[in-house]
Structures are given as structure tokens and as C-alpha cells.
């Protein structure tokens, strides 16, 4: 029984477990408890993202809040957005050590913990400094979570729906940004202060739930194998892979396959920062990871994201209820379409998703550019409509690749001793171009109008280039099997040889002491 490490994913014995079970996931009750608990725990971490994301789009419709803070347009607005970007770029050489020492869990509370305190001081603020301050915060703590979550959910899925589970991740941002925007237009018109402070409180939902619900979500199997401890791992897969059934054979032969696939891992790389840059399989995955970064700000996103109101005020629309009420409807649709594709595009080949997606977007944001042009030299209601139009087009578009793919790919291309850094550099490099976005779109809606979208436009171009040329397929296969993706056959034919030596010479039994206990959070060592 051949283990095809890095080769067609049809030929592992483990895909091949996975294509013939045909028992959904919800009829599994063990795997079906362990999915409810990674949306709130993980599942449901980006609607803190979307939330922010989406109430500091409402906010600017807030009177209260406009007056409060002074009105803030141009570089004082782009500073207001900014900070929530520039505490992530913060935190983020600090992530991967408290993800990869500490566990993917104790990341998820950690960071949860500061996001409730950011939230707090965020609805407190009285005055500009303190506001500052806790979007500081917020975003300082985001990503602990959010790399620990995304490594969570590849890491302990199931293969037959990980890359599904994945997908859903960013989909959750619109939850957030839903309920920010509706909130937002129920409190726009309240004449206090509480018209901003209700949706500033509101932020702290997400968190509060990760951390009532992360202690009942057992840990990474592969965590806990990378640290000695392969009893509890073995216990979680059996219990959530295999129903319980410490006697399973697939269970037997992830197990070992994890468990070579580390073992091999290790030897070959320190899991350095320096390990990162020191081979050529390495750095392709930096490129590709550091591209995604940029790629998922700089596609226009960030224009409908933070200053949908400027925006719209550059075609005709100023009435604040009319804004509140776009924003709500577009990330409505963004919800639908983001879920619907979350749950469809996986299925498809990864390079074709992306291809597509990028290629959707240049001609989008084009016609977006030109309807724009047109507005601001003829005053055409028909050009003004037709922005809008482009902008709901945009949606499903950027959707289909960055929003479904981007978690699940990025999981897929890293090994499991560089995911949480891989991770972290695709945020770090996300966060800049978020930062910059941030800051210098207002000041570019404001001066240059329709003509700062070229740039956009150049940028996505680009993109489509770069997946055409450096992107690699990787779906339809395992973890393990992706963990030497770019490193050549030699070592993964050394990976093959283990792990089959692991199954043949039966070394791959039940570890001492691994147990079917009701919860596979903790294992009971057998009493003399």
C-alpha cells in the first residue's frame, strides 16, 4: 500500500479513505460537535475584522461621531482606519512564538483578551487619543487570533471537509460587518454620543465568545505531536476522525503520517525565521504568501471596505441614510455570495479560482474607473448607477479567490513547522498594505478623485501575471503530502519510505495511555 508523499493526491491511502467515506459530516456526532464549536472559537474570529471594518464605514455617517471627533477627513480619518492595521504589524513578529510555543489555542485567548480590552477602551474613548489607543489595541490583538484559528481549523478538520471549514473563515467577516452596519444605521440618528458608543461596544462580541467557547475546542493534534505529546493526539483524531474508534485504520495511518511528516520536518529545517529565507522551496513560499498579503489589500477592497461614504459622495450620493443603506445592503450580498462560494469554490483546482478571480477583478475595477471618469465630467446619473453596479460585481469576484481560497491555500502551502510564520508574513505584509491603504486613500479619493483607481487597476493586472506564472496547485491532497511541496522527490521519497515503514512494521499502533473518553481534551494514563 503505496503513500504517494507530495505526489497525486488519488494514490494516498488516506485520500483514498476520505473519497470512499460517504457519511456527511453531520451525521458524525463527535465531528459534527467539534464544527460547532470552531465557529465560535475559530470559524468566527474575522467577524471582529468585519465589524471594524464595517462600523468605521458607518461611523463616518454618524453625525455624533463626526462631530466628536472633529470631523476627520483626509489624513486624520486615514489615522482613525489606520491604527487597527498598524497594532496588527505590531504584533505580529511576537505570533508566531506564542502560536507555535504555546499552543494554537492560547494564541486564540490571548489574543481575545486584548481585542475585549480594545473594545472596551474603544466605547469609552473621550477623546481622540484614547480612541486611537484602542483601535491600537484591536488590531494588536487580532492576529494571535486569527493565526491560530486558521492553523486550528487546517489542522484539525477533517480532510474530507478542511478545505471547506477553511474557506468559511473569512466568510464569517461578513456576520461582522452585517451586524456593524445595521447597528449603525439604527443609531446614526440618535442625538448623543451613544450613536457611536453602541456599535464601539458591540466590537467585543466575537471575543467574548472565543473565550467562553475555546475551552470545550480540543488542541492541534499536530501541536501536540510536535511537543511529545502523541497520546492526546491520537486520542482527538480518534474521537473526531474516526468517531472514537481508537482501532480505526485511517486514524493509524494519519497518525503516522503526521507523525513521520514532523519527524522529518524537523530534520530538515529549525523553524527559524532564518529558515524561512535559507532554501529555495522556502523562499517561493515566502513570495507567494507575501504577494496574498498585498494582494488581498490591494485589489480595491480596502476602498469599499474603510471609505465607502467618500466614495459615494464622488458620485452623487450624499444623504448619510442613503450610504448607511448601500453599506448594509453590499455587505448582505457580500455575506451571501462569500458563504455560497466559501462552500463551492474548493471544490475547484486553486489556480483555476485564482486566475479567474484576478482576471474578474481587472475588468470589474476597469469599468468601475471609466463609469467613475464619466461621472465626474458629464454628471450622468446613468454613470452613477453604473458605479454601483460595479461595486456589488466586485463582491462575488474578490470573493471567489481572496476571501475563499486565501486561509485554506495558505495552510496547504506551508509546512507545519513554518505555517504559524508563513501565516504571520501574509498578515504582516497584508497589514502594511492595509495601513497604507488606510492612510492614503482618503487623501487620494479627495485629491485625485476617479484617477487614484488607475493605480488599482495596474495593480491587478499584475496579479493576474504573478498567479499565472508562480502559483502551484494543491488541492485534492493532504498536509502531509503538501509538506514538501517545492522541496523535490528525493526527501519526498524519504517521506514515502517512513511512513510506510511506520504502517508495514506496525509501529503505527495505539500509543500507551490514549483513551475513549467522552471529552479528548486531556488522556488518562492507565493505572497500575
Known sequence: MAVLAGGNGDNNPITIHVQQDHVPWYKKRNLRMLYILMFPTCIGIEMTSGFDSSMMNGLQAVPTWDAFFGHPRSTILGLLSALYSLGSICSLPFVPFVTDRYGRRFAIIFGSIIMVIGAALQTASQDFAMFVIARFL???????????????????????????????????????????????LGTFQMPTNWGWRIPSLLQVIPSALQLIFIWFLPESPRWLLSKGRGEEAYAILAKYHAEGDLNSEFVKLEYAEIEMTLELEKEQAKGSWRALVSAPGMRKRLLICSFLGLATQ????????????????????HDDRTKNLINLAMTCWGFLNGTTLALTIPK???????????????????????????YSMTGSQAASRTVIAFIFLYSPAYN????????????????????AKGIAVF????????????????????NAGWKYYISYCIFLLF??????????????RTLEELAFLFEGDKIREEQQKRI??????????????????????HVEHAKD
Not at 142 to 154: K, R
Not at 157 to 172: V, W
Not at 467 to 476: K, R
Request: charged share 15%.
Open 138 to 184: 484591536l488590531g494588536f490583538g487580532i492576529p494571535f487570533a486569527i493565526v491560530g484559528a486558521s492553523s486550528m481549523i487546517g489542522e484539525l478538520a477533517y480532510p474530507k471537509e478542511r478545505a471547506r471549514i477553511g474557506s468559511l473563515f473569512n466568510a464569517s467577516w461578513f456576520i461582522g460587518a452585517i451586524v456593524a452596519a445595521g447597528v449603525t
Open 298 to 317: 490591494w485589489s480595491g477592497n480596502g476602498l469599499t471596505s474603510y471609505f465607502l461614504a467618500r466614495i459615494l459622495d464622488n458620485v452623487g450620493i
Open 348 to 374: 475547484l483546482p486553486r489556480r483555476s479560482a485564482y486566475l479567474t478571480c484576478t482576471i474578474a477583478l481587472t475588468l470589474i475595477f476597469t469599468g468601475w474607473t471609466i463609469a467613475s471618469s464619466q
Open 400 to 419: 471567489m479567490g481572496y476571501n475563499a481560497l486565501t486561509y485554506t491555500y495558505l495552510v496547504e502551502l506551508f509546512p507545519y513547522h513554518a505555517r
Open 427 to 446: 498578515q504582516w505584509w497584508g497589514r502594511a498594505a492595509g495601513f497604507f491603504n488606510q492612510f492614503v486613500n482618503p487623501i487620494g479619493i479627495a
Open 463 to 476: 496579479e493576474v501575471v504573478f498567479v499565472w506564472f508562480l502559483f502551484p496547485e494543491t488541492s485534492n
Open 500 to 521: 510506510e515503514e511506520e504502517v508495514h512494521e506496525n509501529k503505527a499502533h495505539i500509543p500507551d495511555g490514549a483513551s475513549d473518553k467522552e471529552s479528548a481534551l
